[in-house]
């Protein structure tokens, strides 16, 4: 059975980082020139909303806090990411971001309770827009992003490749998934939501071909 709650009720919520997610990664990004988004993303997150999954994206954005962005800026460059994503029928249904800067270079540290891989954002995200975070995912290209859904009681959470780079050691993460990118991500999440119906292996790709950007089937 599918996320999606006809009757109403609170609703699953994939929640996704910004940076090297959704968006090429540009280091402290205060340009909304510079706002690029990675191939696929639009359509991925189109069938993740279609699907019946609201769509939040959290972001840890310490630039704001270190007084290299300011919030109006900050807000600009999202403008730029919503409005290519609106090209592909995408509208968002939060932004949070944290400004705090961190006191380590750890990731895997918590020294605020809303900077990943803290789950603050995520847990106001949940009480703002009323979201069942037990069927709920996290994608994101660092481990503080798979903390946070851990932190948050997310039902999984999902690694992508298209970020800075992940470390070959994953460690206590080593059993997290690993997508290719944010639509196999999708993927992997549709698939989890609607096994095939045999009762056999999971359905491996859940967005249909010319969706994807594939070339359309032969007739």
Same mark, same amino acid.
């Given at each position: 059975m599918g996320p999606y709650l006809g009757g109403g009720g609170m609703r699953p919520a994939v929640f996704l980082d910004r940076d090297?997610?959704?968006?090429?990664?540009?280091?402290?990004?205060a340009d909304p020139e510079l706002v690029h988004l990675i191939d696929g993303s639009g359509r991925a997150m189109r069938a993740l909303q279609s699907a019946g999954?609201?769509?939040v994206v959290v972001s840890n954005q310490s630039a704001v806090g270190r007084g290299m962005l300011t919030v109006e800026r900050l807000f600009e460059v999202h403008d730029a990411m919503c409005r290519? +994503?609106?090209?592909?029928?995408?509208?968002?249904d939060g932004f949070y971001f944290c400004? =705090?800067?961190p006191a380590t270079g750890d990731c895997t540290a918590?020294?605020?309770?809303?900077r990943k891989p803290a789950p603050g954002m995520l847990l106001r995200a949940a009480i703002d827009l009323d979201l069942d +975070?037990?069927?709920?995912?996290?994608?994101?290209?660092m481990a503080?992003?798979?903390? =946070?859904?851990?932190?948050?009681?997310?039902?999984?959470?999902?690694?992508?490749r298209t970020g800075l780079g992940l470390p070959e050691d994953l460690g206590e993460l080593a059993d997290v998934p690993i997508a290719a990118d944010i639509m196999d991500a999708a993927d992997m999440i549709l698939a989890h939501d609607w096994p095939d119906p045999s009762?056999?292996?999971p359905a491996t790709a859940r967005i249909p071909a010319h969706d994807r950007g594939d070339p359309p089937p032969p007739f």
């Open positions: 090297g997610t959704i968006i090429t990664s540009v280091h402290y990004l999954y609201a769509l290519q +994503l609106a090209e592909d029928g995408v509208a968002l400004p =705090a800067v918590i020294d605020h309770p809303d +975070l037990s069927r709920s995912w996290m994608i994101g290209d503080s992003d798979v903390l =946070a859904g851990r932190n948050a009681g997310c039902m999984g959470s999902i690694l992508v009762g056999s292996a």
